[in-house]
């Protein structure tokens, strides 16, 4: 059955709000995104180092929102859950999510560990500084001047709102992305967007893997 625009346009009004926009049937989902066309504009930046046939490849959108970047996918589910698919993946897209969690770290440890069988397509908003510092693998108890630098790895914590979302937990400097993808046994193998990563599962986790606490009983 062939819809009017109006009707069209009714039906994603009632839907919104929209964080992705695309265009269904020549009407947009979020013509007036507060950053542009989002995100095609992102995926224009990137989109080229992704392989143009990816015929017999499987994929997981994780957080996949409108589903943009997986306009097929099926599967939602939260991140925690990923251990439940059993499967691995040969791409998983982690896109705008890791800031979204309480646990960055443990959803990194459990797809490193559950489902990305090969590639990772990573994305996070960062804030602070983008340059790399020199690492050593230990520091005395004493180091105190570390931390003041702007480039040592830092995890910013939101406790309220950030954008006005209070789901932004976590925001991380450049160096600490790249040290939490490392730390959770992937290998950066390309940078081509300021906040896209593109990694391979590779090594050993830092932590030798998620951890999986015990359920309590709760108490509502
Ligand atoms: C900024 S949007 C990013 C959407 C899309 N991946 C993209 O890059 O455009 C954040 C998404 O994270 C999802 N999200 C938040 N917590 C999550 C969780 N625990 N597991 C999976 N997705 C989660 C939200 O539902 C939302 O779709």
Redesign the pocket.
């Known amino acids: 059955m062939l819809h009017s625009h109006a009707e069209i346009r009714r039906r994603i009004d009632a839907l919104g709000p929209w964080?992705?926009n695309m265009e269904l049937a020549g009407v947009e989902t979020a013509p007036n995104h507060f950053l542009g066309n989002?995100?095609l504009i992102?995926w224009r930046k990137f989109a080229e180092a992704i392989p143009a046939d990816l015929t017999g490849k499987t994929v997981l959108?994780?957080?996949?929102?409108?589903g943009?970047?997986s306009i097929e996918m099926k599967r939602r589910?939260?991140?925690?859950?990923v251990g439940a698919l059993r499967e691995t993946f040969d791409i998983v897209?982690?896109?705008?999510?890791l800031y979204?969690?309480r646990h960055p770290l443990l959803?990194l440890d459990l797809i490193r560990e559950h489902v990305a069988g090969d590639l990772m397509i990573f994305?996070s908003?960062q804030r602070g500084s983008t340059d790399l510092p020199e690492m050593e693998e230990n520091y005395h108890f004493w180091t105190h001047d570390l931390f003041d630098r702007p480039e040592f790895p830092k995890l910013h914590f939101i406790e309220h709102r950030y954008a006005d979302d209070p789901?932004n937990w976590w925001i991380p400097n450049r160096a600490c992305t790249e040290a939490m993808l490392r730390s959770a046994g992937f290998e950066i193998v390309l940078h081509p967007e300021q906040e896209v990563y593109f990694c391979r599962a590779a090594g050993d986790p830092a932590s030798g893997g998620p951890v999986y606490p015990s359920k309590g009983q709760r108490h509502d």
């Open positions: 964080f992705h989002y995100p992102k959108d994780i957080g996949c929102n409108a943009f970047y589910l939260s991140v925690y859950d897209l982690f896109m705008g999510v979204h969690l959803a994305q908003m789901t």
